[in-house]
């Protein structure tokens, strides 16, 4: 069945990175975009952006552009998510999901905590 | 970026009852709403979809309606397992954006 396997929790220092893996599979990889979703107490739900599997073309929400980038490893059906300069307010469970639209399946989520 | 307002915050509940949560775009999002229930701990799961159109394996008692800039979500004969939060989520322009969550608990 399809599943969306997401790797462990970080712990990070402020201003430094953290790159968080989604990797799939009982489906074929390339036939699904992967999206992103972020999650805080604070904020709520914050869509992050998509990656195109396949090619490898991205669409970012304006607001993380800078913060977070979006690859995939077509090999391994695995997407990455890189966050960069981390602050305390990227402290969050990251969410993928497959599709750029109607999220049925979903990763566990990543919980992040960047502290010093 | 579309402003998706949810209504209420929170909403307690008895067994059997049924309950309505509202989404209010800021402009018209053409039906493009979905709903999701998310419990403590886990994944958000989707249940419907296009305003009205129910995912496979979601129950009947779940049921969306709306057009334009207004949706809700009703929940009839609430069951013990209904207890979660209720997102609202726009897929009508980039960027997708969420309600702030709706808190059901089961009296």
């Known amino acids: 069945q399809v599943q969306l396997q997401q790797s462990g929790a970080e712990l990070a220092k402020p201003g430094s990175s953290v790159k968080i893996s989604c990797k799939a599979s009982?489906?074929?990889?390339?036939?699904?975009?992967i999206s992103w979703i972020k999650q805080t107490t604070g904020q709520g739900l914050e869509y992050i952006g998509y990656?195109?599997?396949?090619?490898?073309?991205?669409n970012y929400n304006e607001k993380f552009k800078g913060k977070a980038t979006l690859t995939v490893d077509k090999s391994s059906s695995t997407a990455f998510m890189q966050l960069s300069s981390l602050t305390p307010d990227d402290s969050a469970v990251y969410y993928c999901?497959?599709?750029?639209?109607?999220?049925?399946?979903w990763g566990q989520g990543t919980l992040v905590t960047v502290s010093s | 970026d579309i402003q998706m307002t949810q209504s209420p915050a929170s909403l307690s509940a008895s067994l059997g009852e049924t309950v309505s949560i509202e989404c209010l775009a800021s402009?018209?999002?053409?039906?493009?709403l979905a709903w999701y229930q998310q419990k403590p701990g886990k994944s958000p799961q989707l249940l419907i979809y296009?305003?009205?159109s129910l995912q496979d394996g979601v129950p009947s008692r779940f049921s969306g309606s709306g057009s334009g800039t207004q949706y809700s979500l009703k929940i009839n004969s609430l069951e013990s397992e209904d207890a979660a939060t209720y997102f609202c989520?726009?897929?009508?322009?980039?960027?997708?954006?969420f309600g702030a969550g709706t808190k059901l608990e089961l009296k």
């Open positions: 296009y305003a009205s």
């Open positions: 989520l726009q897929d009508s322009e980039y960027p997708y954006t």
């Open positions: 999901a497959r599709g750029n639209i109607l999220w049925v399946w």
């Open positions: 990656i195109n599997t396949g090619s490898g073309g991205t």
């Open positions: 402009e018209d999002i053409y039906n493009n």
């Open positions: 009982g489906y074929t990889f390339t036939s699904y975009y």
